[in-house]
Nanobody, 124 residues
Framework: QVQLVESGGGLVQAGGSLRLSCAAS????????MGWFRQAPGKEREFVAA????????YYADSVKGRFTISRDNAKNTVYLQMNSLNLEDTAVYLC?????????????????WGQGTQVTVSS
């Protein structure tokens, strides 16, 4: 059973940066594509970014493209989300997830294991 723990969230001013981490245990992370998602109060969970097993390919939601970067360190069983130029609309709980498949996806329903999330709050 894969377990995921996110960290790195917090309060940041608009225009600032944060780096989120997702540490996995109970499995070999390099076996699976990974994704980051977010859920704001009163809104549905949405796709943010995804990365292939090797880290060679990454995919982003249009709303974060050019500002966020997903990466992974398979030796550390950890996936990262570097978030720059944060704005108020980025405020949400950010969750990482594992997809037991060969390729990443934007489809939330296709992910099998989820972390509990870390809160990111952007202030003006």
């Amino acid at each position: 059973q894969v377990q995921l723990v996110e960290s790195g969230g917090g309060l940041v001013q608009a225009g600032g940066s944060l780096r989120l981490s997702c540490a996995a245990s109970g499995g070999t992370l390099s076996t699976y594509p990974m994704g980051w998602f977010r859920q704001a109060p009163g809104k549905e969970r949405e796709f943010v970014a995804a990365i292939s097993r090797s880290g060679a390919s990454a995919y982003y939601a249009d709303s974060v493209k050019g500002r966020f970067t997903i990466s992974r360190d398979n030796a550390k069983n950890t996936v990262y989300l570097q978030m720059n130029s944060l704005n108020l609309e980025d405020t949400a709980v950010y969750l990482c997830a594992v997809r037991r498949s060969n390729s990443p996806s934007q489809n939330i329903e296709s992910y099998d294991y989820w972390g509990q999330g870390t809160q990111v709050t952007v202030s003006s």
